[in-house]
T-cell receptor, first 116, second 117 residues
Framework: AQKVTQAQTEISVVEKEDVTLDCVYE???????LFWYKQPPSGELVFLIR??????QNEISGRYSWNFQKSTSSFNFTITASQVVDSAVYFC?????????????FGTGTSLTVIP | KAGVTQTPRYLIKTRGQQVTLSCSPI?????VSWYQQTPGQGLQFLFE???????NKGNFPGRFSGRQFSNSRSEMNVSTLELGDSALYLC????????????????FGEGSWLTVV
């Protein structure tokens, strides 16, 4: 079974619009960690944000914010006032405290295009 | 602080050949993981090394192997290449192997683009 689901395959927005990327996860662990990574065309996955399962406070960091809802197993990511440089593929990932080492489970990614 | 460095960035190999990819983790990081990324399968975990020992392995055939050196640098090898091995191979490093309650964040390199013809 897929541990991380990103239902949105592709999203296009016009510059300065807000955009929310959805992520739903599945785990039996009570302690786990959720991440968002950004992958520009160069290939490198760039770490954006991380949330621990025991900390449900939602935060804002610059133009990024995230909404962690344990009740619905969702970890959505919002970019405010999108810019062309935000165009990339975004991956949601899960790591389980009860798992082995640092194995991460990634979603299939959401390709975001910001149109100038 | 230098990031994760992977070499080579691009390479083309013929079916049946073997390939070795190299990864230098962030300074001070002791755990190195490898992932394969393809359009069809997405990002899949290959294996993780810590203290020169393979700690965890994904669901890949034995043709995929790796090792880690005492300076934490890692290499992965794919023998008897198949067309389906064409992919972006990503290396990631983290501070420790097990993060306990705080977990670990893994940081990726730019990857090695492998094309098998």
């Amino acid at each position: 079974a897929q541990k991380v689901t990103q239902a949105q395959t592709e999203i296009s927005v016009v510059e300065k619009e807000d955009v929310t990327l959805d992520c739903v996860y599945e785990t039996r662990d009570t302690t786990y960690y959720l991440f968002w990574y950004k992958q520009p065309p160069s290939g490198e996955l760039v770490f954006l944000i991380r949330r621990n399962s025991f900390d449900e406070q939602n935060e804002i960091s610059g133009r990024y914010s995230w909404n962690f809802q344990k009740s619905t197993s969702s970890f959505n990511f919002t970019i405010t006032a999108s810019q062309v440089v935000d165009s990339a593929v975004y991956f949601c990932a899960l790591s389980e405290a009860g798992g082995t080492g640092n194995q991460f489970y990634f979603g299939t990614g959401t390709s975001l295009t910001v149109i100038p | 602080k230098a990031g994760v460095t992977q070499t080579p960035r691009y390479l083309i190999k013929t079916r049946g050949q073997q390939v070795t990819l190299s990864c230098s983790p962030i300074s001070g990081h002791r755990s190195v993981s490898w992932y394969q990324q393809t359009p069809g399968q997405g990002l899949q975990f290959l294996f993780e090394y810590f203290s020169e020992t393979q700690r965890n392995k994904g669901n890949f055939p034995g043709r995929f192997s790796g090792r880690q050196f005492s300076n934490s640098r890692s290499e992965m090898n794919v023998s008897t290449l198949e067309l389906g091995d064409s992919a972006l191979y990503l290396c990631a490093s983290s501070l420790e192997y097990r993060g306990g309650l705080t977990g670990n964040t893994i940081y990726f390199g730019e990857g090695s683009w492998l094309t098998v013809v």
